[in-house]
């Protein structure tokens, strides 16, 4: 009859000392195409052996709502999938929801829907010059710019620029 009082009194103890996960981190990551769908990755700390559940939600500042719940055997990180409606900047938050809310209160600044630096202003690199009418987009065309001087070519042979050479025929 001992071990069955020893076992009730040591989950007590467990019991009373375990305290809720705590959230750790949140990032947002914008996946590439249509910049305006992410993935935002949540994770929490557990205190103790005993902190096996909390629930959390995921406020996307745009009036979205993602709930997100932690089990005994999970991963610390939890993932969830999002799309932004309109493009814009918005302020995440991840806060305790729930019976078993995780303990905390944690925030991400985000941009989505909007050009990144690569296709925002075409640019070409030194010695290059953008194609007239070819920017498309994200698409569009450099050409190596002719040199400031044409090319001093043997007697019998002429300068020559296009298509993009140049050389002595």
Known sequence: MRRPVLGLALLAWAGAGAAAPRLDTVSVQVLSGKGSDVVISV????????DLTCS????????????????????RTKTA???YKRP??????VSGTGKEACVGLKEAS??????????ATPRCPA???LVEDSVKGP?????????AQPLRCAVGTTYFAE????GCR
């Open 127 to 129: 010695g290059w010059t």
């Open 81 to 83: 999938r999002y799309e």
């Open 110 to 119: 985000l941009t989505v829907g909007t050009p990144g630096p690569a296709s």
């Open 43 to 50: 994770s929490i700390e557990r205190p103790t052996l005993m």
């Open 56 to 75: 959390a939600t995921i406020t996307t500042g745009d009036g979205g709502r993602i709930a997100i719940a932690w089990n005994l055997g999970d991963s």
């Open 139 to 147: 698409r569009y065309t450099c050409r190596a710019r002719p040199p």
């Open 88 to 93: 814009g900047t918005y302020r995440l938050s």
């Open 163 to 166: 298509g993009g050479e140049i």
